[in-house]
């Protein structure tokens, strides 16, 4: 079946730093990914999509300067929390969607950030 | 707006019981629904989808949902649960294009 990775499983960081999480397709091209955020014991919330070749587009609430993402291939998407605050711990989990009309989305294992 | 709702966040049952765990959902165009299972340390997994036809769908690993327009809802069952079943279980709805809208999840505890 579809298999999408993330790296990495877990960071720790310090406040200030930035941190970056890549999502990868390994055995699809993916021209769109989805990044969410699930705070604990409540659900996944969606953060944003990411567009192969283009801009990526953030829901309402979250600010594109600090998530940054790059959807530099059909097989990756990588987001980057920059000037990283104890309020952006949480797990941070992509998806990508395979097949034309499939609507099904295959989810990554979930990065778990920590901001100290 | 859409919404998703389910309505236990944490059910416990005796392994070989039967499982009904509720959602219920609010969207003002052609529903597609889907139950998704977390386990730690894994992705989520597709557990069955609903898009159209008949309103009882079989999925992976014994489970099986009924879709209910009139009750607007979209429950997940299995007759005889395995204590390998604990873990997170996410009903969604699709919107926009290829959007998922998550409900907040019932923790399955499964006690032997």
């Known amino acids: 079946g579809a298999v999408v990775s993330q790296h990495p499983s877990r960071v720790i960081c310090k406040s200030g730093t930035s941190v970056k999480i890549e999502c990868r397709s390994l055995?699809?091209?993916?021209?769109?990914m989805f990044w969410y955020r699930q705070f604990p014991k409540q659900s996944l919330m969606l953060m944003a999509t990411s567009n192969e070749g283009s801009k990526a587009t953030y829901e309402q609430g979250v600010e594109k300067d600090k998530f940054l993402i790059n959807h530099a291939s059909l097989t990756l998407s990588t987001l980057t929390v920059t000037s990283a605050h104890p309020e952006d711990s949480s797990f941070y989990i992509c998806s990508a969607p395979r097949g034309g009309s499939s609507y099904e989305q295959y989810f990554g294992p979930g990065t778990r950030l920590t901001v100290t | 707006a859409q919404s998703v709702t389910q309505p236990d966040i944490h059910i416990t049952v005796s392994e070989g019981a039967s499982l009904e765990l509720r959602c219920n959902y609010s969207?003002?165009?052609?529903?597609?629904l889907f139950w998704y299972v977390q386990s730690p340390g894994q992705g989520l997994q597709l557990l069955l989808k609903y898009f159209s036809g008949d309103t009882l769908v079989q999925g992976i690993k014994g489970f099986e949902a009924e879709f209910k327009r009139s009750q607007s809802s979209f429950n997940l069952r299995k007759p005889s649960v395995h204590w390998s079943d604990a873990a997170e279980y996410f009903c969604a709805l699709r919107t926009g294009a290829n959007n998922l809208f998550f409900g907040t999840g019932t923790r399955l505890t499964v006690i032997p």
């Open positions: 055995d699809f091209q993916a021209t769109t």
């Open positions: 969207y003002g165009a052609t529903p597609y």
